[in-house]
């Protein structure tokens, strides 16, 4: 639904700007609503909150240490086309790119992408290396490309949560699957990006298919259409390599014969959930749009806008309401040219709660789009690729969030075969207290395998110096005897490769006690 215009739009675009380049696919589906303040959760959230892996709490994302984050990000598209790689690059160099983003307020990226990209050999194309643009992407893959992008967004503190837009360059499909693209080769590409990235969390999720849509169903049973059923699938499939992603799901497009956006209709989660394997890990995604993407009945209704958050509400947002589970908007956006456009944003803005009253007990949110080639939303940047829509984005002002920490960009281009054979498992830790109150504090510790080979299991010991105790720990267990504590990996973390890392967190009591000496052993 509505699709074939969009992509017509967008490929009359890339067609004046790339003569070499596909058509490009752009934007998404329906709704999401707001719930009951809870202002400490909000405020508990800093601007050094982001670190590690992170895992769900009820309705919010919680980091390695068990600081609440809120994710306010913006797409990049481009893998997903016919020029397998990001779009843009045939002007600027990438690294500005990522750093406009940053200095913008973003956190997060959502980078769409197609099977395609995991084919042997595929390379990207309409990259400009004059004036020593990109230099260091010269001759590499779209998949090695892919590798720079994360190592640097990493060190500049973004996130990443990786995209399964297409199962190839030539357009969206309504499945999860096609006639050239079986389940089988969907999830074990999905698996093999988990495990490329694995020890990374700068990749801290997977959106596991964009916008499934009629026939798709939710919950029907039917296992060629529950999307439902395949994303359990596909979902344990990437947790089975990598457990400590957050998975993505988003809805369909009918439930019960209820229609809306492609990807947005969530209302079949309340009777019929994702079970996943990995506890804490799942994250459900609406999409949703304006009159530049498509009319709906609800623009015209007489009560307009004052009738969106019922229509949100329906849709996706009671997940959020009833503390079901982490609601994040993957896609939404407008070219803001008509009224009805700019009262449907301005609306959607205050439904997601503004960081300054909520912090990030809030929606998590991630434009459509950064690209200006995509014809039915335009984007963050203009035509030039350079300049600010200073307008577009002066409306997601209140709904940005504090960055994350950067230097976790991890090695910019990972073996995804590492020879499993020879080599010699050590660790370190660094443990850092993240807050301290008088009466207790806050600690994370972060594992590097500093070996050869990989590491199986670790444990970390240290001993303080005075009485404090552990009242808690999150991704790890422990036991203490005296003043020395001893922190062995959980289930999901304990498989760490040659330089990557893992991370736990926990409370104590009292406070004030300051840094100890740790050490690390692995196995």
Same mark, same amino acid.
């Given at each position: 639904?509505?699709?074939?215009l969009?992509?017509?739009?967008?490929?009359?675009?890339?067609?004046?700007?790339?003569?070499?380049?596909?058509?490009?696919?752009?934007?998404?589906?329906?709704?999401?609503?707001?719930?009951?303040?809870?202002?400490?959760?909000?405020?508990?959230a800093?601007?050094?909150?982001? /670190?590690?892996?992170?895992?769900?709490?009820?309705?919010?994302?919680?980091?390695?240490?068990?600081?609440?984050?809120?994710i306010?990000?913006?797409?990049?598209?481009?893998?997903?086309?016919?020029n397998?790689?990001?779009?843009?690059?045939?002007?600027?160099?990438?690294?500005?790119?990522?750093?406009?983003?940053?200095?913008?307020?973003?956190?997060?990226?959502?980078?769409?992408?197609?099977?395609?990209?995991?084919?042997?050999?595929?390379?990207?194309?309409?990259?400009?290396?004059?004036?020593?643009?990109n /230099?260091?992407l010269?001759?590499?893959?779209?998949?090695?490309?892919?590798?720079?992008?994360?190592?640097?967004?990493?060190?500049?503190?973004?996130?990443?949560?990786?995209?399964?837009?297409?199962?190839?360059?030539?357009?969206?499909?309504?499945?999860?699957?096609?006639?050239?693209?079986?389940?089988?080769?969907?999830? /074990? !590409?999905?698996?093999?990006?988990?495990?490329?990235?694995?020890?990374?969390?700068?990749?801290?999720?997977?959106?596991?298919?964009?916008?499934?849509?009629?026939?798709?169903?939710w919950?029907?049973?039917?296992?060629?259409?529950?999307?439902?059923?395949?994303?359990?699938?596909?979902?344990?499939?990437?947790?089975?390599?990598?457990?400590?992603?957050?998975?993505?799901?988003?809805?369909?497009?009918?439930?019960?014969?209820?229609?809306?956006?492609?990807?947005?209709?969530?209302?079949?989660? /309340?009777?019929?959930?994702?079970?996943?394997?990995?506890?804490?890990?799942?994250?459900?995604?609406?999409?949703?749009?304006?009159?530049?993407?498509?009319?709906?009945?609800?623009?015209?209704?007489?009560?307009?806008?004052?009738?969106?958050?019922?229509?949100?509400?329906?849709?996706?947002?009671?997940?959020?309401?009833? !503390?079901?589970?982490?609601?994040?908007?993957?896609?939404?956006?407008?070219?803001?040219?008509?009224?009805?456009?700019?009262?449907?944003?301005?609306?959607?803005?205050?439904?997601?709660?503004?960081?300054?009253?909520?912090?990030?007990?809030?929606?998590?949110?991630?434009?459509?789009?950064? !690209?200006?080639?995509?014809?039915?939303?335009?984007?963050?940047?203009?035509?030039?690729?350079?300049?600010?829509?200073?307008?577009?984005?002066?409306?997601?002002?209140?709904?940005?969030?504090?960055?994350?920490?950067?230097?976790?960009?991890?090695?910019?281009?990972?073996?995804?075969?590492?020879?499993?054979?020879?080599?010699?498992?050590?660790?370190?830790?660094?443990?850092?207290?993240?807050?301290?109150?008088?009466g207790?504090?806050?600690?994370?510790?972060?594992?590097?395998?500093?070996?050869?080979?990989?590491?199986?299991?670790?444990k970390?010991?240290?001993?303080?110096?005075?009485?404090?105790?552990?009242?808690?720990?999150?991704?790890?267990?422990?036991?203490?005897?005296?003043?020395?504590?001893?922190?062995? !990996?959980?289930?999901?973390?304990?498989?760490?490769?040659?330089?990557?890392s893992?991370?736990?967190?926990?409370?104590?009591?009292?406070g004030?006690?300051?840094?100890?000496?740790?050490?690390?052993?692995?196995?």
């Amino acid at each position: 639904m509505f699709r074939s215009l969009r992509r017509a739009l967008c490929a009359a675009a890339v067609a004046l700007l790339l003569p070499l380049g596909a058509g490009v696919q752009s934007a998404g589906a329906a709704g999401s609503a707001g719930a009951p303040a809870d202002a400490s959760a909000g405020a508990s959230a800093t601007a050094e909150a982001g /670190a590690g892996y992170w895992h769900t709490s009820g309705r919010q994302i919680l980091d390695a240490a068990g600081q609440p984050v809120r994710i306010a990000g913006i797409n990049w598209f481009g893998f997903e086309t016919g020029n397998h790689v990001v779009h843009g690059l045939w002007t600027r160099d990438y690294k500005s790119m990522l750093d406009q983003m940053r200095s913008l307020g973003y956190n997060t990226l959502r980078l769409p992408f197609s099977d395609d990209i995991l084919k042997p050999g595929t390379m990207p194309d309409s990259i400009n290396f004059a004036d020593g643009k990109n /230099a260091d992407l010269q001759g590499l893959s779209s998949l090695q490309v892919l590798d720079r992008i994360v190592a640097y967004a990493g060190q500049s503190g973004l996130k990443i949560v990786l995209d399964r837009h297409r199962p190839d360059a030539a357009g969206q499909s309504a499945l999860w699957y096609t006639a050239s693209v079986p389940e089988s080769t969907w999830i /074990a !590409n999905l698996k093999a990006l988990a495990s490329r990235y694995a020890g990374n969390p700068t990749v801290v999720g997977i959106d596991l298919h964009n916008e499934p849509h009629d026939p798709a169903c939710w919950g029907c049973g039917d296992t060629t259409r529950d999307w439902r059923l395949a994303a359990q699938r596909a979902g344990n499939a990437v947790l089975s390599v990598n457990p400590q992603l957050l998975i993505m799901v988003e809805g369909v497009q009918s439930y019960e014969g209820v229609s809306g956006w492609w990807g947005g209709n969530l209302m079949g989660v /309340a009777q019929f959930p994702v079970q996943l394997d990995v506890p804490n890990r799942l994250v459900y995604s609406a999409h949703d749009y304006a009159t530049s993407v498509a009319q709906q009945p609800w623009f015209t209704d007489p009560s307009f806008p004052e009738n969106m958050p019922g229509v949100w509400d329906r849709y996706w947002g009671y997940i959020f309401k009833q !503390n079901i589970a982490p609601v994040w908007l993957g896609e939404f956006g407008t070219t803001l040219q008509s009224t009805v456009d700019q009262k449907w944003l301005a609306a959607l803005v205050t439904y997601l709660r503004s960081t300054s009253t909520y912090g990030a007990d809030s929606f998590h949110w991630t434009f459509w789009s950064w !690209n200006p080639n995509s014809g039915d939303t335009g984007g963050i940047l203009k035509d030039d690729w350079q300049t600010v829509d200073a307008v577009k984005d002066g409306y997601l002002a209140s709904i940005k969030a504090p960055g994350f920490p950067g230097g976790g960009g991890g090695d910019p281009d990972p073996d995804p075969d590492p020879d499993p054979g020879g080599g010699t498992a050590a660790c370190s830790a660094a443990y850092a207290v993240s807050s301290d109150w008088g009466g207790g504090f806050n600690a994370e510790v972060k594992v590097t395998n500093t070996g050869t080979a990989p590491v199986n299991s670790w444990k970390v010991t240290w001993t303080w110096g005075g009485s404090q105790r552990v009242t808690s720990m999150w991704n790890a267990t422990y036991t203490q005897t005296g003043a020395t504590v001893t922190a062995s !990996n959980a289930v999901h973390n304990g498989a760490v490769p040659a330089g990557g890392s893992a991370s736990f967190g926990f409370g104590g009591a009292p406070g004030g006690g300051g840094v100890p000496s740790v050490n690390c052993t692995a196995a």
